[in-house]
């Protein structure tokens, strides 16, 4: 998997090379989906459900994995929207998904916007509660928020297999599109978002100073006083990669875990679910914005392309 690189960008120490995954389940654990979507206990209760023991870390391919897939299917399903599975092999020969649903937006010339986290980890009681439960959840979270609503854009909310090995579930979803890949306008990546406390910021990756995304969240931003949020800075080696090579912009939220990456200590307790929280509804009025704004994204994206140059 991924090393981790430090690199300074003015101001934020930014990781370059990241790649997480969400956890499992066990009917103990059930989120409680009556309480407002960016609850930090519902988003925590989530995550544990993804992270329990007896889904084993959700190695790509493992019965774990498709327990995992089966609560992220049903969660999506409640909220009516239609989630679907797009299967493919990776790497090893391993059946595994990517699993895909539609916000439908009231404009179809506008663009699309696609909020991503993946759903695999390592497996072998390796549980991956921060990596990469809590960037499902937060995606999760997201779509409870949004759904009912109609903005002007689609939105597409993705769960990635196969992330550990190589991105190679939304590397697979960009070589076999299930939607028009020049209408997409903004990818979101979800990714390790339950660590705030190791270092006391989130980094929002690939917020580039001329993409109109940036100037959205550092609007956005001000809502939230009790996150530090570092924009700016180059991501490498995650979701957002296979989307960022074909031209469309990305930003990449994600907290540092010095302790806990890729180790058997990457459980739920160990989250700070509050922040986690937070987050989570920072990139969900991120997600609002860039689905609701008047301005000309697609031209944007003709543009800028990924890096705003």
């Not at 570092?230 to 302790?259: K, L, M, N």
């Not at 509804?281 to 704004?293: F, I, W, Y």
């Amino acid at each position: 998997m991924p090393l981790v690189r430090w690199y300074r960008d003015m101001r934020w120490p930014l990781v370059l090379v990241l790649a997480l995954a969400p956890s499992a389940h066990a009917e103990s654990k059930v989120p409680d989906h009556e309480a407002s979507p960016y609850d930090a206990a519902a988003v925590k209760a989530q995550v544990a459900a993804l992270a329990d023991p007896a889904l084993d870390g959700r190695a790509s391919g493992s019965e774990g994995d498709a327990a995992g897939r089966a609560l992220i299917r049903a969660r999506l399903d409640a909220l009516g929207l239609s989630p679907k599975e797009q299967a493919f092999d990776d790497d090893a020969g391993h059946a595994t998904a990517n699993i895909l649903a539609t916000l439908p937006g009231s404009d179809a010339d506008a663009g699309i916007v696609i909020v991503g986290a993946h759903h695999d980890h390592l497996g072998h009681k390796h549980l991956g509660a921060n990596d990469n439960a809590s960037g499902v959840a937060a995606m999760l979270a997201i779509a409870d928020a949004l759904h009912g609503t109609q903005p002007r854009r689609t939105i597409v909310f993705a769960a990635w297999g196969a992330e550990e090995r190589g991105e190679e579930g939304s590397a697979y979803f960009v070589k076999h599109p299930t939607i028009d890949l020049d209408h997409v306008v903004e990818y979101i990546n979800l990714d390790m978002v339950g660590s705030y406390s190791a270092r006391g910021w989130v980094a929002a990756m690939g917020t580039f100073k001329k993409l109109p995304a940036t100037a959205m969240l550092e609007a956005g931003k001000k809502a939230f006083p009790r996150l530090s949020v570092g924009i700016g800075g180059r991501a490498e080696r995650s979701d957002h990669e296979a989307f960022c090579e074909q031209g469309v912009p990305y930003v990449f939220f994600w907290t540092p875990d010095d302790r806990c990456y890729h180790e058997t200590c990457d459980t739920t307790d160990k989250l700070d679910a509050a922040h986690m929280a937070q987050i989570a509804a920072l990139a969900g009025d991120l997600v609002s914005r860039l689905a609701n704004s008047k301005q000309d994204l697609l031209a944007s994206r003709a543009k800028l392309g990924c890096f705003g140059r």
